[in-house]
């Protein structure tokens, strides 16, 4: 670079302000007539496009065993779908320029460097400008999309919803969960303290968890009921969540905890109120006598 | 002036009196002498240790407790007698002497008329160790991919267990590790070691014994982790968490000195890279003429050389509640789960920049040369990198979002993740505007930038999901994250490198890297990659949770997919593999310039000589001079002079 090239850097790098350019209506109208600009935003339009049945499909994956069976799995599955399709144009233009690199704009092949060299474009103000607001835009909607969710799904859990506020909420079921190598058992102790390797829930009533581990870090995930949260040795965390659905899902161990690891798990039967209450009957019964 | 000191007319400085040969011991140690020293010293300790460690105290396993100070005195015995052995205290024991370093002495050792053997010795030259670190990552990364090749046999083998559960967790963990230590020096260590001191215009790092001392360490911690799979295992991922690696075998105690040793060696050659980039620049190399790949460079050794000890102090903290009966982990004892954590991902996190930084300005730094267009707007690369660095530090909470740790963290962590997406955008939108209306020489190092920027955009998006609290609470710990982490580590980490290892390739090796077999190589493994991640990424929405060897059969077609795509990937890289070795081996030379190159590397000739330079450049201006005028702005320009007729000028 020292002797190939002295061209001062200056120059490039700061384009001269023309104090009389054309309107910026008029550049804008140029620009867009360009041949490329046009292509690469059809292309950018198919592409946004094919990524709304994307989202779909990400969502029909996470439906298929049964999902979503609380409230906040609902309010997981909007988010992902929100996301995903805010996070299109942005993928989409990437990609399209990508793609329009490689078919419209040229290729050269062979041994030697191109002899013919490529527009020296170093900067434009407008364009770093418009993609670094966008980016911003989008982050900042993401925080508070984020941020909201949380608010709401914590509310839906245990947090700012008191107990008794919260939908069909006359009855919270409290529940100790206790995660050891390498099952989980949850014990009841408003109902007489039944215990049982599976939970069985009555359906839209709030459930409280407890969530405690004999020995190693677990983590408790009940997958279609869209909640986690890790079973610690020598600490009491706390979830909770409102089952919506009736059925038989999945309760599995989320986090590495030694040789029967993939084994840990269990399942959760939603049923009617009618039936819990047997089932508490059927369980006390046995164990008071 | 006291009569302790005296000052010299300019030229009359007296030299450092010669000692004996140039080099002295260094004349005599190598590799075997090190391998020698480094075993002996262990059975020593292992011998030693055996006869004083307390017997009879056993652990709930029916283990002697004392075995594990045992072990641990013998694989640190390995490392310090291996150092010992190679000649790494030779230079303090000089001083100690009071003999000066002579010219000739640091000649020889920087492998100054050794021939080859000099890759086998404690050698100075940026030269030299940049090929170590080459071959080291290489063989790294061999040894991941067939253990991620066990893992994949195991999870496509629905029907039946084919490995041991523990042998199995061990093998995920050990590829875990083996994999992010070798994704860490794959750029920086063969690049930033050999083609960054030329590319700034200097004769060599700035602390050329630090530079021997970095990689010899690396070597030296790569036995305790091969052998943690002999010594039972480290079943734990390599996150390791506690207080379960407490209960894994005394493989893990390999683990742990493999990890504090590397720390040592990644900080050494961090500190080395700064001091280097920041003090030895050409002359006329300002901070605006640095060349991009420097920046990034530099980026990640800030990152590395803050964090690395955070990662450093979790495992001596796991290894004294091991040997020494301390219980900073064990809850029982008043000790935190959470405060490893806490420290594991203080490191773990930012490390996942220190990955992918260096290969991204590697891309920008070649792409220009490929599309003959100046970096666009290299300073928005530069606030990229500078953010990346910054916002990397406040963002390791995401990984505890579902911990219990501190439920209300999840808020500013999700804001400062989030964030973080914006620099890392600048990057892209660098790339996408050099790319913009440039004519592409698609050579496989070109080409490269593609497959990035796709995996990039796949990874980024999955990032952006998990990013978020709620999304999270259903994808942690599950094969999602999985999926997610290797388009960013792997697609956009190991891609990068490969195509930034084919463009330094005639520079390294004086030979054109064979880019027929490289580039089916290349995508192939692209190829078997999207497959394989891309159906694992549908295990995870699925539910199926990471590091389980058994699971419902509802996810059996994805996995049998990503098994597939798996063993394809494992063809391609041997195939890329063999393209890398005959190239090497092949008798036609390449130019000095053989991609009409600007930057300071490509202006020495091939072999780079020792000192590199003969004499050393001065740089005048930034080494993105390529392109010719936009002809849409000379149609501007010529209606601008129309209107300028009515306008006043
Ligand atoms: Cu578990």
Same mark, same amino acid.
């Given at each position: ?289 | ?8 007319? #300019? ?68 490392? +310090? ?21 002579? #010219? ?189 790949? +420097? ?355």
């Amino acid at each position: 670079m020292s002797t190939v090239d002295d061209r001062p850097v200056a120059e490039a790098d700061e384009p001269e302000e023309p104090t009389n350019r054309p309107e910026a209506s008029y550049r804008l109208r140029e620009w867009l007539s360009r041949p490329y600009v046009r292509h690469i935003l059809i292309i950018a339009a198919v592409i946004t496009l094919l990524v709304v049945p994307a989202a779909w499909l990400v969502i029909f994956f996470m439906n298929m065993t049964g999902a979503p069976a609380s409230s906040i799995m609902s309010e997981i599955e909007k988010t992902m779908f929100v996301f995903t399709i805010v996070s299109a144009p942005l993928m989409a233009i990437t990609l399209a320029i990508l793609a329009y690199s490689l078919l419209g704009w040229g290729r050269v092949s062979g041994d030697e460097p191109p002899m013919q060299e490529s527009p020296a474009i170093r900067s434009n103000p407008i364009a770093i400008t418009l993609w670094i607001g966008t980016t911003s835009v989008l982050a900042a909607f993401l925080v508070v999309w984020g941020v909201t969710e949380l608010a709401t799904i914590t509310a839906y859990s245990y947090g700012s919803t008191p107990a008794n506020q919260q939908p069909n909420a006359t009855k919270r079921i409290d529940i100790n969960v206790t995660g050891q190598q390498w099952l989980w058992t949850f014990a009841y102790p408003d109902q007489n303290d039944i215990t049982a390797p599976v939970l069985v829930v009555p359906i839209d009533t709030p459930l409280y968890f407890n969530v405690t581990s004999l020995d190693v870090v677990h983590n408790f995930w009940v997958v279609e009921l869209g909640i986690k949260i890790d079973a610690n040795p020598g600490a009491i965390t706390n979830t909770g969540v409102t089952p919506n659905k009736l059925g038989t899902f999945n309760i599995r161990c989320a986090e590495l905890c030694g040789l029967h690891h993939a084994y840990m798990q269990t399942q959760i039967n939603v049923v009617t109120q009618e039936e819990f209450d047997s089932w508490v009957r059927e369980m006390g019964g046995s164990k008071t006598v | 002036m006291s009569d302790t000191a005296v000052i010299h007319e #300019h030229g009359h400085v007296p030299q450092p009196v010669q000692h004996g040969k140039p080099g002295g011991i260094l004349r005599h140690t190598s590799i075997v002498t090190g391998l020698v020293s480094g075993v002996v010293l262990a059975v020593i300790a292992y011998l030693v240790g055996g006869m004083l460690m307390p017997q009879g105290t056993l652990d709930a396993d029916g283990i002697q407790v004392g075995i594990n100070a045992q072990i641990a005195a013998t694989y640190i015995a390995w490392v +310090v007698g291996f150092m010992a052995g190679i000649g790494a205290f030779a230079g303090p024991i000089r001083w100690a002497m009071g003999h000066d370093l002579t #010219h000739d002495d640091a000649e020889y050792m920087a492998g100054k008329g050794q021939g080859k053997w000099r890759y086998w010795k404690y050698t100075t030259d940026h030269k030299v160790v940049g090929f170590q670190y080459l071959v080291i990552s290489m063989v790294l990364l061999g040894l991941g991919g067939f253990l991620a090749m066990l893992v994949r046999t195991e999870l496509g083998a629905t029907w039946t267990e084919v490995f041991d559960p523990n042998f199995y967790n061990s093998i995920i963990g050990t590829h875990g590790i083996v994999m992010i230590i070798a994704m860490i020096i794959v750029v920086t260590g063969p690049l930033g070691n050999f083609v960054v001191p030329i590319m700034i215009g200097a004769r060599d790092m700035a602390f050329p014994r630090l530079n021997a001392l970095s990689f010899w360490l690396l070597f030296a911690a790569v036995p305790p982790l091969v052998t943690n799979l002999m010594l039972g295992g480290m079943r734990d991922g390599w996150t390791v968490y506690q207080p379960l690696g407490a209960q894994a075998p005394v493989g893990m105690i390999g683990y742990q000195i493999t990890i504090i040793t590397f720390a040592f060696s990644t900080g050494i050659a961090s500190v080395n890279l700064i001091t280097t980039i920041v003090t030895m620049r050409a002359r006329g190399m300002t901070w605006n003429r640095v060349p991009i790949f +420097v920046i990034g460079i530099i980026a990640s050794s800030i990152m590395g050389l803050v964090w690395f000890p955070m990662f450093q102090y979790s495992q001596v903290f796991a290894l004294s509640d091991r040997v020494i009966a301390t219980s900073f982990y064990i809850p029982q004892m008043g000790g935190s789960v959470w405060l490893y954590e806490n420290l594991f991902w203080l490191l773990g996190h930012p490390e996942v920049y220190v990955i992918v930084v260096p290969g991204t300005a590697a891309l920008m730094e070649l792409m220009v040369v490929f599309l003959r267009k100046p970096l666009f707007s290299y300073k928005v690369a530069v606030a990229g990198f500078a953010g990346i660095v910054g916002i990397s530090s406040v963002v390791w909470v995401h990984h505890m979002y579902m911990t219990g740790w501190a439920p209300a963290a999840g808020y500013p962590f999700m804001l400062s993740t989030e964030l973080i997406s914006i620099p890392f955008g600048f990057l892209v939108m660098v790339m996408l505007g050099t790319i913009w209306r440039g004519k592409v020489w698609t050579r496989l190092p070109m080409m490269a930038v593609f497959a990035v920027l796709w995996n990039k955009v796949i990874g980024g998006i999955t990032g952006v999901y998990l990013s978020d609290v709620p999304v999270d609470q259903y994808m942690h710990g599950s094969m999602f994250v999985v999926a997610h982490f290797h388009f960013m580590l792997m697609g956009a980490g190991l891609f990068a490198a490969m195509g930034a290892i084919s463009y330094w390739f005639p520079k390294m090796t004086g030979r054109m890297l064979d880019e027929r077999i490289g580039s089916i190589g290349f995508w192939t493994a692209f190829a078997g990659f999207q497959l394989t991640f891309g159906s694992m990424f549908v295990a995870g929405l699925q539910g199926m949770p990471r590091r389980v060897l058994q699971f419902d059969d509802a996810f059996n077609v994805s996995n049998w997919l990503s098994t597939i795509g798996a063993y394809t990937i494992g063809i391609g890289m041997l195939v890329f593999l063999y393209a890398i070795v005959t190239s090497w081996r092949s008798s036609v030379l390449a130019a000095a310039n053989p991609w009409g190159a600007k930057t300071l590397e490509w202006q020495t000739e091939t072999p780079v000589p020792l000192e590199n330079f003969p004499v050393l450049p001065v740089v005048t201006s930034d080494p993105y001079g390529y392109g010719v005028p936009d002809p849409y702005d000379e149609i501007e320009e010529q209606l601008t002079d129309e209107d300028a007729t009515v306008g006043a000028r």
